[in-house]
């Protein structure tokens, strides 16, 4: 059941992607391949938009490299919450790790099991491919506005999923807050690659957190 | 069209790899209480960074949009709660902020 948000939500984040590669003269299967193969929304709209500025496929590639490094995070961010779970399954998880179905995950309380995580991910990997397809084929119909609207639901997915946690404890608030803040500054001092913004606000911000909060909001769920 | 097969391939690899490390590596090891807690954090800071990155990277044109929607998505999950509900309303309050 906790995959069904995300399958709403990703849908049409889904649909704008195959849209946007429509527009940039990606074909079909290649389209498909991205969402198959790649399966990472940040990155599949960013290849886009660098495949459109004429970017080199290499460079394309290290800053996928770098965009995906918060996953190494959230990657070992999961692992310590993991039931007892054979090894060969653990590249099929990994596979999975995208940050909605890592934010549905991380807020579920108690040990994370192998099936809980194979139907939330499969879930989101289902609408995620049915979504780039329906995108691609159909999305050229709907009204511009609307195409441009369907984007802004991954914001407010990720909106949907932080509140309710903020609401539970300040704590959390504080370190959604102190990281947006962090990510702004370095936005604005802009000496970073880009894709190194978001990794090192991530990183500043839960490490003061350690040195400044006492109690701690993830605790019950250990 | 261009193939991008190999840029497609290259992706997958460079996306794979740091998801599935930690999971091998950490997965069995006892871990320091505090780099615990600081991987207990990474949520909230991942998504507070998410979220306001998505506002100001949204393309031009879009930044009205984007700023309302996820200013409803996060009114709409703060008094009524449910992720589908937010969601849809931040996409018809961005599509009513686009047609205006």
């Not at chain 1, 195959?18 to 074909?27: E, K, P």
């Not at chain 1, 070992?76 to 998880?93: G, H, N, T």
């Not at chain 2, 991008?4 to 996306?15: A, D, E, K, Q």
Request: proline share 4%.
């Amino acid at each position: 059941m906790a995959g069904i948000p995300i399958v709403i939500g990703y849908f049409p984040v889904a649909m704008a992607f195959g849209l946007l590669a429509r527009t940039v003269n990606v074909s079909l299967q290649d389209t498909f391949f991205f969402s198959l193969l790649v399966f990472a929304g940040a990155s599949q709209f960013m290849a886009i938009d660098l495949i459109k500025a004429g970017i080199a496929p290499l460079d394309i590639i290290l800053a996928t490299f770098l965009l995906n490094l918060r996953h190494l995070m959230m990657s070992a961010s999961l692992a310590v919450r993991l039931e007892e779970i054979k090894k060969r399954w653990l590249p099929f998880i990994a596979f999975g790790i995208t940050d909605e179905s890592f934010s549905v995950a991380s807020m579920k309380k108690g040990a994370l099991s192998f099936p809980f995580l194979m139907t939330l991910q499969g879930i989101a990997y289902l609408a995620w491919l049915s979504g780039t397809v329906t995108g691609y084929l159909i999305g050229s119909v709907l009204p511009v506005t609307l195409q441009n609207s369907l984007g802004v639901g991954l914001y407010a997915m990720f909106m949907a999923i932080l509140m309710p946690e903020i609401k539970k404890s300040l704590n959390v608030l504080l370190l959604s807050v102190f990281s947006g803040a962090v990510y702004i500054s370095l936005d604005f001092i802009n000496v970073l690659p880009s894709g190194w913004n978001l990794i090192i606000a991530i990183i500043v911000a839960s490490g003061i957190g350690v040195m400044v909060l006492k109690d701690d909001p993830g605790e019950e769920r250990i | 069209m261009n193939s991008y097969l190999t840029l497609i391939l290259g992706m997958t690899l460079v996306t794979f790899l740091p998801r599935l490390l930690p999971l091998i590596t950490l997965s069995e090891r006892p871990i320091h209480p505090l780099f615990r807690r600081f991987l207990l954090y990474i949520p909230y800071t991942a998504l507070g960074a998410l979220i306001v990155r998505g506002v100001m990277q949204a393309s031009s044109g879009m930044e009205a949009a984007t700023f309302i929607g996820v200013g409803v998505a996060a009114a709409c999950s703060w008094y009524q709660g449910g992720l589908i509900l937010s969601v849809f309303a931040s996409i018809i309050a961005a599509y009513i902020t686009l047609s205006m």
